[in-house]
């Protein structure tokens, strides 16, 4: 398997992004194998430290690893917004290919400081992952939201982008353009979408010259996702979008097969939605939106 830096560079090349994908349990896993097998593409799985600590974190690396092992499917795996030295240390020696340390909550430069140290401590132990770093303010909690939790105005400067990339030694940049955790009612529903800024992004691109991770995804306009990854997006997340299907399928599976015990029999349609969301999504970022003349 290529390493995730080569896929990254290779996927930019063609226009495409890496699709990320949250997982907690075996069942979405099971389901961001087979879409990405289904379509012929490699697919970023990602846990957050809540999600790692359901699921373990050591034991998330050692299914990964077997199930790439066993099926020719380019997977990789991520430590997603990680809060704490300690936490991104015990996903790098766990054998997780990238880790995103998130210390966006705190002013500019202790962030600066704080990534700076973890990108050191990560490196040292294995200098192939890539450590993704955050600026910004992009809300928290991939979950269902009453209400916008408030406007993202404060889009992240090319300026601050390139200062911290600089700085920090990150392989990876999260930044604010538009983006949110999270979903609203009306976006579950399909009646709003995330909009993006497309120009924010090509000017950050052009500053700072790293692999760019749109956080936040799920619900966002498609074509702004088609734009965006024009304008320099390696990496997308998409959460809530998935945990919305897992939830919805799981509850009818129970109301199809009100008498149903067995685990695997109620689970199996559970995979197959989540499975229909990942596919969907993998197929737009792999669309190849390349402008390029030199093809
Ligand atoms: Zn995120």
Known sequence: MDALRNVLTRLENEGAALGHFNVSDLVLLKAVLAAA???????FVGASEG?????GTRQLAVVVNSLREEFDVPIFLNADHTHSLVKAIEAAKAGFDAIVVDFSALPFEQNVSNTKDAVEAIKAINPAILVEGEIGDIGTGSEIHETAQ????????????????????????APAVGNMHGMVESMVQGKTKKRLDV?????????????????????????????????????IHINTELRVAWRRS?????????????PYKI??????????VVRSRLRLFNEKHTTTSAA
């Open 37 to 43: 097998g289904e379509i012929g593409v490699p697919a």
């Open 51 to 55: 999600e790692r600590d359901f699921f």
């Open 150 to 173: 408030r406007e993202f105005k404060s889009l992240t400067t090319p300026e601050e982008a390139s200062r911290f990339v600089q700085s920090t030694g990150i392989d990876v940049l």
């Open 199 to 235: 120009e924010r992004i090509a000017q950050i691109k052009k500053a700072t010259r790293v692999f760019l991770t749109l956080h936040g995804g799920s619900g966002t306009n498609d074509d702004d996702l088609r734009k965006a990854i024009n304008a320099g997006i390696n990496i």
């Open 250 to 262: 799981l509850e009818g599976s129970f109301v199809a097969e009100p008498n149903e015990v067995v």
């Open 267 to 276: 689970l199996r349609p559970v995979v197959d939605s989540v499975a229909e």
